[in-house]
Nanobody, 125 residues
Framework: QVQLVESGGGLVQAGGSLRLSCAGSGGIFGDYHMGWFRQAPGKEREFVGVINWKGDVANYASSVMGRFTISRDNAKNTGFLQMNDLKAEDTAVYYC??????????????????WGQGTQVTVSS
C-alpha cells in the first residue's frame, strides 16, 4: 500500500519561499512519477508540476514556471517542491501524487493513483 505524507505547508508572506516535502512508503519510491497539484477554494484542482521516476525530467505549469522547482531523493524516499517568490494567488492546498513509471507523465489529476493528504499553503499580502 503506497502512502504519501506531505509536510512543510504554512503561512508565508508574498515574495517568500517555502519547501514542501512528500515522503513515500509502501513501494519502491523510484518506481513512481511524482506530481504536484494544488486546489484553492471554489476552484478545480490545478496541475503544478511533475517529475519523472528517475528525476531527470520535470515539467511545470506556466503559472509557476521559474518560481517553483520539483526535485526528488529516491534514496531517502522523498520528493520536494521548492516554492520561491510566492504570490497570493499561490494560496491553496497542495498535494503530491504518484503513479507508476509505466504510465506517461501526466498533467491531469485523474491519472495519478496515490495521493497525499494535502498541506495548506497560505501566502499573505
Amino acid at each position: 500500500q503506497v502512502q504519501l505524507v506531505e509536510s512543510g505547508g504554512g503561512l508565508v508572506q508574498a515574495g517568500g519561499s517555502l519547501r514542501l516535502s512528500c515522503a513515500g512508503s509502501g513501494g519502491i519510491f523510484g518506481d513512481y512519477h511524482m506530481g504536484w497539484f494544488r486546489q484553492a477554494p471554489g476552484k478545480e484542482r490545478e496541475f503544478v508540476g511533475v517529475i519523472n521516476w528517475k528525476g531527470d525530467v520535470a515539467n511545470y505549469a506556466s503559472s509557476v514556471m521559474g518560481r517553483f522547482t520539483i526535485s526528488r531523493d529516491n534514496a531517502k524516499n522523498t520528493g520536494f517542491l521548492q516554492m520561491n517568490d510566492l504570490k497570493a494567488e499561490d494560496t491553496a492546498v497542495y498535494y503530491c501524487a504518484a503513479v507508476q513509471w509505466r504510465s506517461a507523465l501526466s498533467y491531469t489529476a485523474r491519472s495519478y493513483d496515490y495521493w497525499g493528504q494535502g498541506t495548506q499553503v497560505t501566502v499573505s499580502s
